[in-house]
Every structure is written in C-alpha cells, then in structure tokens.
C-alpha cells in the first residue's frame, strides 16, 4: 500500500490514542469522596451484567528505556509484600460497593511486570478475588509476563490457578534494537516457550514494538516472519509513543535516532502485509488475531469492543474496576483512576478508602461520543442508527454535528480515508493507518485543545 507523503506530513500530529474517551489528559483532581461512592453505586445499576477486574502490578526489575507504562523498579520484598496486603484489602473494598449478583467475566493483570511476583503472591491474591465474587463460565484470566523471567515451572503454575491467557513482551527479535531499549531477551527462546503454552490450551498473544532506534524494514520483517513461525493466536505491534517530557528515560534513546513519520509507516505497513498475508486478521488498530479468533469473528460481525486493556467482544468485557496503583476503572458514566504513589495508595486503602485521586464523569453527550470514537476505531464502521437506537435519541440529535465537524469528514472523504453517506461512515484501507485523525475529527474536545498528546503516527 502506498500512503501519500503529504497525508503523512499532514496527520503526523499530536492526536490522542483514544485509549479512553476522553483522554486520561481530561481526568481532574476535583471530586468528593461522595461522588466517588455514588458513582460506583451507579455502576451497579448501568450496564450490570459483567465485572472485569484490572490488576496493577507496578514492579519490574530493570527499566525499559522505551517504557510509557506506571513502573516502579524494585528490589525490596518488603515493599513488594506490603502493596500485595494492600492489593487485598482493596479487593474485599471494592468488593462491599458492588452489588452480590453480578459476576466476574474477565480479569486482566497488567503492569509494571505482574510475573516479576513470586507465584505465591499471585496465587494468595487470586484466592482472594475467588472468595469474594462469583465468576461467569470460562472467564478470560489474563496476564502481561515479561518473558525474561518466565519458566515453565511458573506457567505451569499460572495455568493451574486458573490464567487462560498469556501475553509475552517480545517488542523485537533483533539484538542491537533490543540492547540500545535496554531490554533483556527472553531466558527461554519464544518459539518454545509459546508452543508450550499453547500445547496448553492457554491462548498466547506476543507484543512487539515499531519505531524504535536501530529498527529497519529489513531487520522487522525478519522479526515478523519470525513471529509468524512462531503461530502465536494472537500479536499486537505497537507504534512507540515517544513522550519523553513525560518519561524521562526516553530521552536515551534520541542519542541513536528514532525512525521518523514516513520510516515508521513502512515498518507497520510491513508488519501489516505479512500478518495479513500469513492467516492474521487486523483488528483495529494495531492488533492482529487469527481467523478462528474470536475477536476476528466480533469484527466480522461488526461488535467488536476495546477497553484499557485491549480490544475485546462485549460478551467479555464489562465496566472495569481497577485494582492497584495508577488503576483507572471504567464505568459506564465515570472513569476513576488510583494515585500512582505507592505509599499514598497504601494509606490510602489502610485508613478503609479507595485511593482515588483523578475522576472524570461523563455527560451524556461524551458518551455518545465516546461510543462514535469506538466504534470508528473497533470496527472501521460507524451507523448512526445504531448509535441513535443504543442511547434511545433521535439520529438527528446525533448527528448534531458542528459544520466544521462535518466539514472535516468531507476533507476526509476526499483524501480518501472515509466514505460516509447520510446514515453510515466507512474507514477505507487507507484509512486504517490514519484512525486516530480520523476519530479525533469527530471529537468536539479537539475543535480547540490546548492538551499535549504523543503524534498520531
Ligand atoms: C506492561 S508491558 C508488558 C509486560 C512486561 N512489563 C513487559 O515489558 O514485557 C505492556 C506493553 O506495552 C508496550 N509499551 C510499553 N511502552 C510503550 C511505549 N512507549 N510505546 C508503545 N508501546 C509501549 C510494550 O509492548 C509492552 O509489552
Ligand atoms: S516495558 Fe515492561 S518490563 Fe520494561 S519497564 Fe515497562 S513495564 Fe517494566
């Protein structure tokens, strides 16, 4: 596929990943305790079905310099020890403001390095989540894992306490790339280690990484097709967000030089062909699943779902409750996310409250928005009809949209990344590459923004 370099220089600006709408920029320090306890009492009540659980786990060994996620690198079990006490007494928490019929559907351990953790502490957690909620049938039990530290003893383990399905942290297969990032290589090589976990019945997904130093379209295609002997289910390719005014460490890769704009697109449109080619389907954004996948089924079928952790099907997911430091809990009309201070948290839970310290709560026209954004970025389609029949408004009221919106959509049109007629929007090919321009077209917050986002590209 050839995309224009003008639509490259164009659309190569600061863009929010829509990782939530509105962006995490938008959550503010100004709440009560109240508003907090009625809006998870509200949870209760919207969208009731499901709960998915999200476990943060910040620890990891040694910093990745590429690295945008809440880390602490640590050593000391003591520290480790106490926030795991305090990780169960948030779950018995959050467990008395949730109403006792509604049951687990999904939990998703993320971090930091969850498998950093001695299995016992994993399995002592894991005990307490059991004991105090019931679980729907075949609930999805998820886990990040570095593979640096994993053994088989310890997937083994992971298996047994009932984890169905394991993402590893590749990023790249290639040497230089991996120790200019500061990364250290899998003990076990991939290609073993996923045919053990998948001879398992447990579903594997790697994550890889585009647009960091040393990084070629020779040496990441050699990684791909690596990957792809490798069969995983499932593989995302990650573009870097370089946002180094946020995590300093980033700065140490500028030193090597990072791919630019037009570099960073010839590495995912590559890594795009050779999935596509060799049996993956592209799902949304970045992430690539087989055909038999359940997610490639959901986009087929056009009812595809993403949250924090991921994309998703709306048979699995539910409101998210975060669990851990820097946690965001997704409810249906509020997003609440935990302090990332280890010690704050801490205190925090022992003196009987939830640790929240940024909120935001949602209007009812965000999330009609949020729902748009959505569903452009899930399933590259959007009915108004179907928005209008969801939040049970009139499709004119929808379709509100200012006349720069909709001027927008026109530029769009013609640049080829939409097609859109009165009732649906298509995102083309081409388009694909360009979702994030796209949805933020139709995100009224950025008609006037003075926000900082990493770029689009
Ligand atoms: C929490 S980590 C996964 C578990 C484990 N800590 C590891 O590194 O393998 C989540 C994933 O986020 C991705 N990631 C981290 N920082 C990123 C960044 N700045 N830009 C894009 N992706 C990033 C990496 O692909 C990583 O595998
Ligand atoms: S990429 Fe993973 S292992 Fe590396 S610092 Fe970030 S969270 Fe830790």
């Not at 991921?310 to 409810?331: D, F, K, N, P």
Request: net charge negative; with cysteine.
């Amino acid at each position: 596929m050839n995309i224009p370099q003008e639509l490259l220089k164009k659309y190569n600006v600061p863009t929010p990943r829509y990782t939530s709408y509105p962006p995490a920029n938008y959550f503010h320090e100004s709440f009560s305790n109240d508003e907090v306890n009625k809006s998870i009492t509200l949870s209760n009540l919207e969208q009731p079905q499901n709960i998915s659980l999200y476990i943060h786990i910040p620890f990891c060994n040694k910093l990745c310099f590429y690295c945008g996620c809440n880390t602490v690198i640590c050593k000391e079990d003591n520290l480790i020890n106490s926030y795991i006490n305090t990780l169960k007494k948030e779950i018995i928490l959050l467990k008395s403001k949730l109403y006792s019929n509604r049951k687990v559907s999904q939990i998703h351990w993320g971090g930091g390095t969850p498998n950093y953790l001695p299995i016992e502490n994993i399995e002592s957690i894991m005990t307490v989540i059991v004991d105090n909620f019931d679980f729907v049938s075949g609930a999805e039990i998820a886990m990040e894992c570095h593979p640096w530290h994993l053994t088989y003893e310890y997937v083994d383990q992971l298996i047994e306490i009932g984890f169905n399905r394991l993402s590893l942290g590749v990023q790249d297969f290639n040497d230089k790339v991996m120790g200019s990032i500061n990364r250290n290589k899998s003990v076990i090589p991939i290609a073993e280690l996923t045919a053990y976990i998948k001879d398992k019945n447990v579903s594997v997904n790697l994550d890889f990484i585009y647009g960091l130093p040393f990084q070629s379209v020779d040496s990441f295609s050699e990684t791909i097709q690596k990957a792809i002997e490798i069969s995983p289910d499932r593989l995302v390719t990650f573009s870097y967000a370089h946002v180094p005014w946020i995590k300093r460490a980033q700065k140490k890769l500028e030193k090597y030089g990072l791919p630019d704009a037009h570099e960073k697109v010839k590495l995912f449109e590559t890594a795009h062909d050779l999935l596509s080619n060799n049996g993956y389907q592209a799902i949304g954004l970045d992430h690539f699943a087989k055909a038999s996948d359940e997610l490639t089924v959901a986009l087929q079928e056009k009812t595809l779902h993403r949250n924090f952790q991921g994309y998703c099907t709306r048979e699995t997911t539910g409101q998210v409750y975060a669990l851990g430091v820097s946690g965001i809990s997704q409810l249906e009309s509020s997003y609440l996310q935990s302090s990332k201070d280890v010690l704050k948290y801490t205190r925090s839970i022992d003196d009987g409250n939830l640790a929240i310290e940024k909120v935001y709560f949602l209007s009812e026209e965000e999330k009609i928005t949020r729902e748009i954004i959505n569903e452009l970025m899930c399933n590259l389609y959007l009915s108004w009809d179907a928005i209008a029949n969801q939040f049970k408004v009139a499709k004119s009221e929808i379709k509100n949209i200012s006349d720069s919106l909709l001027q927008q959509l026109k530029t769009l049109e013609v640049e080829g990344l939409i097609k859109y007629n009165e009732s649906e929007i298509f995102v083309t090919e081409v388009g694909k590459f360009f979702i994030r321009n796209i949805a933020s077209a139709v995100d009224p917050k950025m008609q006037n923004t003075s926000k900082n986002f990493s770029k689009a590209l």
